[in-house]
RNA sequence: GGGAGAAUUCCCGAGCGGCCAAAGGGGGCAGACUGUAAAUCUGUUGCAUUAGCUUCGGUGGUCCGAAUCCACCUUCUCCCA
């Protein structure tokens, strides 16, 4: 296969929570001499281990990992900062000579890299968000996507009145920047990415079956800690840290909290499990180009893997 | 054994003579997504997809007309024994 000489390629495994990506991807990574960067919003985090699933030292079989356990749950992160990092992780391993495989199933932070995001250049703004709420707050539903018609009518118009964290960021942009965030998101579609990926996206012909394996994944969490895990995370941090906002974490705390069961914490970690797992397949439906592999009905995943990978001329 | 009540669409749960294929929630399905993203938000959900057809435990009634009223039957819950 002819590449085009101009892009660098670029190996992505990507996938529903729950679909193998870990085990598929060391595989990988060792038969094409690669090495691994998680793409995964919540596994930056340290100590957060059992609730992510995420992969342990013998799991990763001496192939190094990147972006993993990288910044404490009292620090925020996100993903600009994950596109900064990814790239110096990609250059480092480039310069190794050896081949960066990015493996996860952060959509927003994929895109990030994929589509080469170029986020606005303003940070939040904790006080102007609270503040914005506020006002939606006291002056009723439907205020800030009016405030925010006043000077970015494209964005008003696309965005509907309850869905307040995009017409809150929409609405801090402009103000801190005077840029429209119809504006911002423009400039950045210009920009085209210096990537070529070749996108493996692994996922289940039987949606119940995933399903089925993601219940059995929770019940092993909790087997493995998961309530100590979050205890010693709440009394460390506290309990509004973003990331403990995750699914697992939150459930668990209500639990802690005594605002309900175990069993009940254990079902809606379940539940939240599968909704973000139909979301993820919604988002990775929209990658045109990637080439998609049935975990259920494909005997030797890692196999499957490597021959896509092969057809492009890696190996 | 006697008494009171309940049975609604996948689930919970409104409806209590027409405006009911039946509120609302959950779940399912589908979608959006550019610095909180494991977050946040949207649509849809009896079948046929026009007309229309079949639903509200079962059977039979009353009525122009019933998920809603009556009778009996079945199952369940609660109370007294």
Redesign the pocket.
């Known amino acids: 296969m002819i590449k085009k000489a101009a892009k660098t390629r670029l190996i992505v495994i990507c996938g529903a929570?729950a679909t193998g990506k870990t085990a598929v991807s060391v595989e990988v990574a060792k038969k094409i001499n690669g090495e691994i960067i998680s793409c995964?919003?919540?596994?930056v985090y340290k100590k957060?281990d059992i609730?992510?699933?995420?992969v342990t030292k013998q799991e990763m079989e001496s192939i190094p990992h990147h972006l993993i356990d990288i910044v404490s749950v009292s620090e925020?992160?996100?993903?600009?900062?994950?596109k900064e990092l990814a790239l110096m992780a990609i250059e480092e391993i480039k310069n190794k000579g050896k081949e960066p495989i990015i493996v996860g199933?952060?959509?927003?932070?994929l895109?990030?890299l994929l589509?080469?995001?170029?986020?606005?250049?303003?940070?939040?703004d904790e006080d102007l968000?609270k503040s914005l709420?506020d006002l939606e707050e006291k002056n009723g539903k439907g205020y800030l996507k009016k405030m925010l018609a006043e000077f970015d009518p494209l964005?008003a118009d696309?965005?509907?009145?309850?869905?307040?964290?995009?017409l809150?960021?929409?609405i801090?942009?402009y103000k801190l920047t005077g840029i429209t965030?119809t504006e911002?998101?423009?400039r950045?579609?210009e920009i085209k990415s210096d990537f070529e990926p070749i996108i493996i996206c692994l996922g289940y012909k039987n949606?119940?079956k995933?399903?089925e394996n993601i219940n059995k994944r929770v019940d092993l969490m909790i087997e493995n800690g998961l309530v100590q895990e979050v205890e010693s995370l709440k009394n460390e941090f506290g309990e509004n840290k973003?990331?403990l906002?995750?699914?697992?974490?939150?459930e668990i705390l209500g639990y802690l909290n005594g605002e309900y069961s175990l069993n009940d914490a254990i079902n809606m970690i379940k539940?939240?499990?599968?909704?973000?797992a139909?979301?993820?397949?919604?988002?990775f439906?929209?990658y045109e180009n990637a080439t998609f592999i049935n975990v259920d009905e494909t005997p030797d995943v890692p196999k499957a893997t490597l021959d896509i990978l092969s057809k492009y001329g890696i190996l």
């Open positions: 929570t995964d919003s919540m596994q957060m609730g992510t699933a995420k925020s992160f996100s993903a600009a900062k994950y199933g952060t959509g927003l932070y895109d990030t589509l080469n995001a170029n986020f606005s250049t303003v940070s939040k968000r709420y964005m696309k965005l509907p009145e309850n869905d307040l964290v995009r809150v960021r929409a801090e942009v965030k911002q998101n423009k950045s579609k949606r119940e995933l399903y973003t990331a906002n995750g699914i697992g974490y939150k539940q939240g499990s599968r909704h973000y139909k979301r993820q397949i919604t988002w439906k929209r």
